[in-house]
């Protein structure tokens, strides 16, 4: 998967893409990450890219030119043109559509992204209006810059590229993968604060294991994201297993509750 950035920050950058499985991923190209400054696709000598707002007011906008020359320009690297696949343009932006699980695997499958990072009060309309397919948002507050927001979406879209987290299953079982919250783990030492691992952890029961994972799973949902399990398609998708789980899961809530 390539994803191309474009941020007056690219330094901002350079650690993250070089540290934990995202580092990994782009060493073993599994990943590839290209940073672009927007300012070398300004034309003057200043290299500007914010001016003041039509209308006044506070802030200063960015102009539309070195984002549509930049966005242009890197489509162009993939080949825009006629039958021929071209990135897909996203700018991230608190306007746009909430960042999720759909949404990461959505775009995952575009394979070929340009995310476009603001910065100041925002980027002059005609930007979105052109050269920008989507918007997304990471979540319903204002960042300063899209810079952040670009790494939220690149690590997660890095754990969806086949090989990147080495046991598949580990992705599998992740929160909101399956609809569901992951269930709680534990490692070394046995016991802490007084708080012992789960017997049946230690037990080699390996089906007793999967069972109790899999109520583990329902009872953290519950407890923390009961929404999840309230739409009926939610239901429709738990296994007969699961959903007699779940039932029980429910009633030992109940009985805490009196
Ligand atoms: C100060 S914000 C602009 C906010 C804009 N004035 C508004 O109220 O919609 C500057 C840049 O940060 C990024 N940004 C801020 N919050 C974000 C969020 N929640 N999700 C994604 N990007 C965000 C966007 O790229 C945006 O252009």
Redesign the pocket.
């Known amino acids: 998967m390539r994803v191309q950035v474009l941020t007056i920050f690219p330094e901002l950058f350079a650690p993250f893409l070089a540290t934990s499985l995202v580092g990994r991923a782009i060493e073993k190209g599994l990943l590839e990450v290209r940073v672009h400054d927007l300012r070398s696709f300004t034309e003057d000598r200043h290299r500007s890219v914010d001016d003041e707002p039509y209308g006044g007011g506070g802030g200063m906008v960015m102009t539309a030119p070195p984002w549509i020359r930049a966005v242009r320009a890197l489509s162009g690297e993939s080949g825009e043109g006629e039958g021929e696949e071209r990135p897909w343009r996203v ?6 559509a909430r960042l999720d699980e759909a949404k990461v695997r959505e775009l995952g499958e575009k394979r070929d992204l340009i995310l476009l ?7 002059d309309e005609r930007v979105r209006l052109t050269v920008v397919d989507e918007e ?11 810079e952040l ?1 670009a790494m939220v979406l690149i690590e997660a879209l890095s754990r969806q590229v086949p090989g990147v987290v080495k046991l598949a299953d580990s992705v599998e079982n992740d929160s909101f993968r399956a609809g569901l919250l992951d269930y709680p783990h534990y490692t070394r030492p046995p016991v802490v604060e007084e708080l012992a691992v789960p017997e049946v952890l230690t037990s080699g029961d390996h089906a007793a294991i999967r069972r109790w994972r899999q109520r583990e799973a329902l009872r953290a949902t519950l407890a923390k994201r009961p929404d999840l399990l309230n739409p009926p398609e939610a239901l429709a998708r738990l296994t007969p297993e699961q959903r007699r789980a779940l039932d029980q899961v429910r009633d030992e809530a109940r009985r805490d509750e009196k």
């Not at 700018?91 to 746009?96: A, E, K």
């Not at 997304?136 to 899209?146: A, K, N």
């Open positions: 700018l991230l932006s608190p306007q746009g990072c603001g910065r100041y009060e925002v980027i997304v948002s990471i979540g319903d507050y204002v960042l300063s810059g899209g927001p």
